[in-house]
Each structure stands twice: as structure tokens, then as C-alpha cells.
């Protein structure tokens, strides 16, 4: 990790929901135009620590730095600059299903930039050519798999070309070539746009092409942390099962 | 567990809070008038079919009651007015303000009900909206500027309605029956009364719209959303609808 000063960074962040405690005493850095990937098994608590970024689940113990503001107990509107700058990808894409696949896409555009209807159209197209929807632009998002809309929410969630994405299992549910057609973009837009990631994944090949640090939770709790090397080599034999039984190297 | 007592009491101090958010919500910008338009063509314009057909048949049958009740009285000649009276003051109001909570309040508690579980609000959070603007408040002011001009319309047609059935029983003319009619409505009768639904309007957004942001539990829980949405908001409907025309009667005295 880099000495600048951290993009993402939970302290010591504790939830709860009702009587289950989701996470304990989670801690995560990440600097800028680094890559994060969040692993662990079903129900570990992953999916929250990346609503917790986005301010969309607030700690119950614990705060949350984003650029080094603390979006913790931010206001609404603060909270709204910082979100622009964020691009979230959901587990099941959540697109608005009441309007088409590439209204989805240029509604951010629409939002926050002052583009004209032409510029934002075009745009829109362009992220879904590169996500492989090019034709898909008037198509409803219940008529597309579940796969295509995990690329439209991709793509939706690139349209404002944010300095960090949070994508939760972007690989899941697509066919092996164009998971990997995913990973390839999202390891060219770390590279080429420096952008700063959060992935949760359980695909390890995936994992290993994005991310330089990993970081394993377990009952709400963080097992081990590293490279991929490290978790390889971890003294738990959960993670080690893990990262074998996912297709290490 | 805390006691029911608690839980009730809990359930109606957050729902007050968003009813209050939302009324306030309604003054303060953004005003996302663009959605806002959207809801009003989505929940105004597509009810005029129900509430107008509604109307003509409401009007319909008050006529042939009124007619049923003031003949024992010899007083035929007053049917016109009295049915104008009776459906402006209170049942073009009452009756529209409950198909409306059927309608839109159904309408309302399914569609965020199902944005909630598919987590389509907290993607809109995600893209740096406001939901609680975009989805709620822009609801509320359709509906508070729809109700009223959809209990108008069920006004004009319950008239024409009473018209159909009278002309069949008594071959009155439009221009006679219309002349009676209006000669005996006054300001008091319809300008309170056509504005109470505005508080209607508010009513079955605001509620619709708490238990539609409120869903979990799946598609089960969107099922029950949009149910509790028509009969909570058709009590809260009914008992405000008490309270408003006593206030209208105190300032307008019969």
C-alpha cells in the first residue's frame, strides 16, 4: 500500500441487525487506484461492508472514511457528493426496471452532468458497447438474463467515471467468457483510470486478476488479510480451503 | 418483547416523522418537478376512466334515491339540487378519495414495495439521489394536486349521471337541470369540500409510500404492502374525512 492517504477506510466498524451481529470490529484501508477484494463464505458479512462505503448501511460501532471525509453521520447532501463519486455495482444488479437498459445507464448522466440528451445517449451507448449491450439500449430490464443485467448495472455503474467502484460479485452468473471479459475491464479501468476497487467475489481467478490485497471475513469478522500469497498461505484452513476449492491460480 | 401498546406507539411516532419529512419535503428543493409530472400523468391521468365511469354510475343511483326519498314529499322539482348538493359536499369526495386509495394507494405500496426488495432505492442512493425526494415527495404532490381535480371530474359526471336518470323518469332538459342544480351550490358547498381531498391525496401517498419504503420480507411482503396501503389509508381516509368536515362546518355553518 502506498503512504498517500487512504480512499476507503472502516475503523473498527461493528453492525448489527436486530440480535445477529453481521460485522465485528471490521477494519479495512485501501488506497488509491489499489484493488480490495472482500472473500468469505455466504452470509459473512461482505455485501454490508460495501453498503457501508456507500453510506447506505450506517456502522451501529465504528466509522467510515471515504477520501478522507467521514461520511459516518454526514448529512444528506454532503453525502450526495460523495456518492458521485463512487460507483456501486449491486448483487443483483438492481436496475430500474421501470425504464429501458440504456436509460438506466444515462440516468446518472441525466442526474448530475449537463450534458445534452445527445451527448448523454451516446455516452450511455459507449458504456454499454463495453459491456457487451451495444444493441440493448431500448431493451426493458426484465427481458434481459440475469446476466446482462449484471453487465448493464456495470455499465451504469461507470457512467460517471468514478474514482472508486464497489461492485459485489461481478462475475456471477455469466458465462466463463464473458466473466472474463468483465475481469479484463475491470483490470483495464484500474489501470488505465487509476480507479480505486472494492470487489466482493467468490471467484478466485477473478479475484487474483483485480485485486492486490485481499481480505477474508468470517462471521463478521476479519480472518485473515494479504495478498494472495499470504491467504495461499494462511495458517487457517478455511481460508486455504477456500482459495483452493475457488480455483487458486 | 416490548408490548404491543410500545410497538403501536413506536409504528406511529416513525410514521408521523415521515409524514412530516414529507410535507416539508414538499416546499424544499429539489423539487424533481420532471418525476413529479410523471406521477401526476401515472397516478391522475390513468384514474379518470375509473373515477368518471364511478361517477356517472354514483350520480345515477343518488338520483333515483333522491327521487325515491323527496317524492313521498312532493318535492320532485328539488331533486336536481339536492343531488348536487349531496355529491359535492360529501359523496363525490368520500367516494373518490376511497376508489383513489384502492387505486393509487395499491399502486404506490406495490411499485416501492417491489423497488425496496429488488434494492432499486438503495440504488438510486448509490447514483447520489435522494429517494425519499425522488420516490416519496414527488408522489405526495401528484397526489395532493390529483385528488382534487379527479373529485371534479367525479363531480361532473355524478351530475351527469343525475341528469341520465332524471331525463329518463322526467324528461327534464339539460339546460332546466342544470340551471336547478347549480342555482343551489354556493361557494361554502364546493370549494371546502373539493379541497378537503387534498389532505385525501396526502393521505394515501404518505401512507402508501411508508409502508412501501418499510417492505421486507420479499414478494410476500410487497403483497402485503400494497394491501395494508389501500385499508390504512382508507381508515386514516374516513376518520380525517370526520374531523375535516367538522372544521368546514365550523367555518361554513350549514
Known amino acids: 500500500m502506498s503512504d498517500e492517504a487512504p480512499v476507503v477506510e472502516l475503523r473498527d466498524v461493528t453492525k448489527a441487525f436486530g440480535p445477529k451481529r453481521v460485522l465485528d470490529d471490521v477494519c479495512l484501508t485501501v488506497a488509491r487506484g489499489h484493488g480490495v477484494c472482500i472473500l468469505g463464505r455466504s452470509g459473512t458479512g461482505k455485501s454490508v461492508t460495501l453498503k457501508h462505503i456507500v453510506g447506505l448501511v450506517k456502522p451501529d460501532a465504528g466509522r467510515v472514511f471515504v477520501e478522507g471525509r467521514d461520511i459516518t453521520d454526514m448529512p444528506i447532501a454532503a453525502l450526495t457528493d460523495v456518492r458521485k463519486r463512487i460507483g456501486f455495482l449491486f448483487q443483483n444488479a438492481a436496475l430500474f426496471d421501470s425504464i429501458s437498459v440504456g436509460e438506466n445507464v444515462a440516468f446518472p448522466l441525466r442526474r448530475h452532468t449537463r450534458l445534452d440528451d445527445g451527448a448523454i445517449r451516446s455516452r450511455a451507448r459507449e458504456l454499454l458497447g463495453q459491456v457487451g449491450l451495444g444493441g440493448e439500449y431500448n431493451a426493458m430490464p426484465a427481458d434481459l438474463s440475469g446476466g446482462m443485467r449484471k453487465r448493464a448495472g456495470l455499465a451504469r455503474a461507470l457512467a460517471l467515471e468514478p474514482a472508486i467502484l464497489l461492485a459485489d460479485e461481478p462475475s456471477a452468473g455469466l458465462d466463463p467468457v464473458t466473466a472474463a471479459e468483465i475481469d479484463a475491464l475491470l483490470v483495464d479501468l484500474k489501470r488505465r483510470s487509476n480507479t480505486t476497487m472494492v470487489v466482493v467475489t467468490h471467484n478466485i481467478p477473478s479475484a487474483r486478476a483485480i485485486a492486490d490485497q485481499f481480505l477474508f471475513l468470517h462471521e463478521g469478522r476479519v480472518l485473515e488479510r494479504g495478498s494472495a500469497e499470504d491467504l495461499d498461505r494462511s495458517r487457517s484452513p478455511l481460508v486455504r480451503e477456500f482459495m483452493r476449492a475457488q480455483g487458486a491460480g | ?254
Open chain 2, 1 to 254: 418483547m416490548p408490548p404491543l401498546i410500545l410497538l403501536w406507539l413506536e409504528a406511529v411516532g416513525r410514521g408521523s416523522q415521515f409524514a412530516f419529512r414529507a410535507f416539508r419535503g414538499m416546499f424544499l428543493p429539489p423539487y424533481e418537478i420532471q418525476e413529479t409530472l410523471r406521477q401526476l400523468f401515472e397516478l391522475g391521468s390513468r384514474s379518470v376512466p375509473l373515477i368518471a365511469v364511478s361517477g356517472l354510475a354514483v350520480g345515477v343511483v343518488l338520483s333515483m334515491h333522491t327521487r325515491a326519498s323527496l317524492a313521498r314529499f312532493g318535492a320532485e322539482a328539488l331533486i336536481p339540487a339536492g343531488l348536487a348538493i349531496a355529491l359535492v359536499r360529501e359523496t363525490g369526495p368520500l367516494t373518490a378519495g376511497l376508489l383513489l386509495s384502492g387505486r393509487i394507494g395499491a399502486g404506490i405500496g406495490a411499485e416501492l414495495g417491489a423497488m425496496k426488495v429488488t434494492e432499486q432505492i438503495d440504488a438510486l442512493e448509490a447514483v447520489a439521489v435522494d429517494p425519499f425526494k425522488y420516490l416519496v415527495v414527488t408522489r405526495v404532490v401528484a397526489c395532493v394536486i390529483a385528488v382534487p381535480l379527479l373529485t371534479t371530474i367525479m363531480n361532473a359526471t355524478g351530475m351527469l349521471g343525475g341528469f341520465a336518470a332524471e331525463t329518463a323518469a322526467t324528461g327534464m332538459s339539460l339546460s332546466a337541470y342544470l340551471k336547478t342544480a347549480f342555482g343551489s351550490i354556493q361557494f361554502s358547498d364546493l370549494i371546502p369540500a373539493t379541497l378537503k381531498t387534498m389532505v385525501f391525496g396526502f393521505i394515501i401517498a404518505v401512507v402508501s409510500s411508508y409502508l412501501g419504503v418499510n417492505t421486507t420480507q420479499g414478494t410476500e411482503g410487497v403483497g402485503r404492502a400494497s394491501t395494508r396501503s389501500v385499508v390504512m389509508s382508507s381508515i386514516l381516509l374516513i376518520v380525517a374525512n370526520v374531523i375535516l368536515v367538522r372544521i368546514i362546518f365550523f367555518f361554513y355553518p350549514a
